[in-house]
T-cell receptor, first 115, second 113 residues
Framework: GAVVSQHPSRVICKSGTSVKIECRSLDFQATTMFWYRQFPKKSLMLMATSNEGSKATYEQGVEKDKFLINHASLTLSTLTVTSAHPEDSSFYIC???????????FGSGTRLTVV | AQSVTQLDSQVPVFEEAPVELRCNYSSSVSVYLFWYVQYPNQGLQLLLKYLSGSTLVKGINGFEAEFNKSQTSFHLRKPSVHISDTAEYFCAVNLKGAGKSTFGDGTTLTVKP
């Protein structure tokens, strides 16, 4: 149980376009999901907390207008990278938890390359 | 705020040897502790977690970790590693009741034949 699915696994887009990444909890409901960014050979950096039915909470230094987060249902959160630039190229990972003592499950990640 | 320090950025070890990956944390309140493994171009997989109770935690793939509150450490161990254990390992902490994780910088474990 507690599976988080992330799609797409890889995406290449042109500079200036927007890209949407989906994060789904397959067998549990998640009122909160988390979006992380991972640079090569670096740790994961929390970008934002996605809250079902309300606005996302962004970490300091993360541009909320560039990284749009929508959590429209209890099983789906989306991250849209708007007007993408090459410096947005990175590995993006989401996570969620069924709660209690279960712990946190991570999606398989999305490799974004902006050309 | 909490922080995590993984003391070794790279750990090379021969196959079937024991290994220890070190993790220290800093927090003024109680935390949950986790170890994750990441294979190239993949997401994170939970190895084990400490939430409460016994300080020795056993996880998947033969890994275990011991929570030491006085030393604020949560070191990961495996008595005999395999080539397939080659990966990046992350230690993470969560404040109790909070969902977001703070990660260490990772330790690259390389198992050599």
């Amino acid at each position: 149980g507690a599976v988080v699915s992330q799609h797409p696994s890889r995406v290449i887009c042109k500079s200036g376009t927007s890209v949407k990444i989906e994060c789904r909890s397959l067998d549990f409901q998640a009122t909160t999901m988390f979006w992380y960014r991972q640079f090569p050979k670096k740790s994961l950096m929390l970008m934002a907390t996605s809250n079902e039915g309300s606005k996302a909470t962004y970490e300091q230094g993360v541009e909320k207008d560039k990284f749009l987060i929508n959590h429209a249902s209890l099983t789906l959160s989306t991250l849209t990278v708007t007007s993408a630039h090459p410096e947005d190229s990175s590995f993006y990972i989401c996570s969620a938890t069924p709660g209690g003592d279960y712990g946190y499950t991570f999606g398989s990640g999305t490799r974004l390359t902006v050309v | 705020a909490q922080s995590v320090t993984q003391l070794d950025s790279q750990v090379p070890v021969f196959e079937e040897a024991p290994v220890e990956l070190r993790c220290n944390y800093s927090s003024s309140v109680s935390v949950y502790l986790f170890w994750y493994v990441q294979y190239p171009n993949q997401g994170l997989q939970l190895l084990l977690k400490y939430l409460s109770g016994s300080t020795l935690v056993k996880g998947i793939n033969g890994f275990e970790a011991e929570f030491n509150k006085s030393q604020t450490s949560f070191h990961l161990r495996k008595p005999s590693v395999h080539i397939s254990d080659t990966a990046e390992y992350f230690c993470a902490v969560n404040l109790k009741g909070a969902g977001k994780s703070t990660f260490g910088d990772g330790t690259t474990l390389t198992v050599k034949p």
